[in-house]
């Protein structure tokens, strides 16, 4: 116990919450699949960052997570590397992750990081572009072979109000929400409205939120503590960075 609380100082990593996986110091102490492995090893990554090391055996545990940790400190891979080893590969089930960020651009960068991490997989990873061919693609008779969805809010809210929705959530097993500091920014009331539709479609009860922050935010804070039964928070840095 000792030994752990030193090496979450030592990482510059701070805690909340109850029955906390510890931190691991190496991508092989994930306990993941060797092709994650590897592929994080093509990437040029030698060891996981102090984000990566604590949120990692946390999303693999399935429990609910409110991780701050500044720009540029891998969060992206911190997710990704969870959903790889719990989807293990493609499926006819239609979308079982959900990504949300706060732009385009952000959704493209994921998008590429995704694909990078799960090279041999064959999984079916969307983003939302053209939004009229979007309104065709993903209805109630679609195929359903796709896997991951990462999206900006409005165009997927813009699918979920179409009379059928446009596109079905009802398998979705984890919602990824990314630069959360971003999104609960002002307009935050829209984006609170759009995330309460955004679950309604999400209505599979065994479905887990995980949340990822730049900066410490209290309304966004809030929110977990409010929705995220079972929450841990994870700060890497100072927590008012
Ligand atoms: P954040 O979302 O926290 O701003 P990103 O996920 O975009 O950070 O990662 C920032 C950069 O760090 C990217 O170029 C990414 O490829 C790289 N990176 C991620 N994880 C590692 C790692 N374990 N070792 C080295 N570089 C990494
Ligand atoms: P952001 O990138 O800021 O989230 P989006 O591009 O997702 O914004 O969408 C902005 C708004 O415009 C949303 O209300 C969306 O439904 C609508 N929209 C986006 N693209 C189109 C399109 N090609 N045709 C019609 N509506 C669109
Ligand atoms: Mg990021």
């Known amino acids: 116990r000792e030994e752990v609380k ?68 891998g969060k992206t891979a911190a997710f990704m590397i969870p959903i790889i080893h719990h989807l293990k590969g493609p499926q006819k089930q239609g979308f079982r992750v959900l990504i949300l960020c706060p732009t385009r651009e952000l959704a493209s960068q994921t998008q590429r990081e995704c694909v990078r ?38 165009r997927l809210c813009y699918l979920l109000k179409q009379d059928p929705p446009a596109i079905q959530l009802s398998n979705i097993q984890w919602l990824i929400i990314d630069e959360a500091d971003k999104l609960f920014e002002e307009g935050s009331r829209s984006f609170r409205e759009q995330l309460q539709q955004i679950l309604q479609a999400c209505d599979n009860k065994e479905k887990k939120i995980a949340m990822f922050s730049a900066t410490h935010t209290p309304v966004v804070a809030k929110w977990c503590v409010r929705n995220m039964p079972g929450l841990i928070r994870v700060t890497v840095g100072h927590r008012n960075a």
């Open 6 to 73: 030193h090496y979450r100082n030592a990482n510059n990593i701070s805690v909340v919450g109850r029955r906390i996986p510890d931190p691991v110091r190496s991508f092989e102490q994930f306990n993941v699949d060797e092709s994650i492995i590897e592929n994080l090893k093509k990437c040029g990554y030698v060891e996981p960052t102090p984000i990566q090391k604590q949120a990692v055996p946390i999303l693999l545990e399935g429990r609910q997570l409110l991780a701050c940790a500044p720009t540029g400190s």
């Open 117 to 154: 991490l799960s090279e041999g997989r064959s999984f079916r990873i969307h983003i939302i572009s053209k939004i009229n061919k979007a309104l065709n693609q993903y209805g109630p008779k679609s195929n359903k072979k796709y896997d991951i969805l990462i999206t900006t809010p409005n």
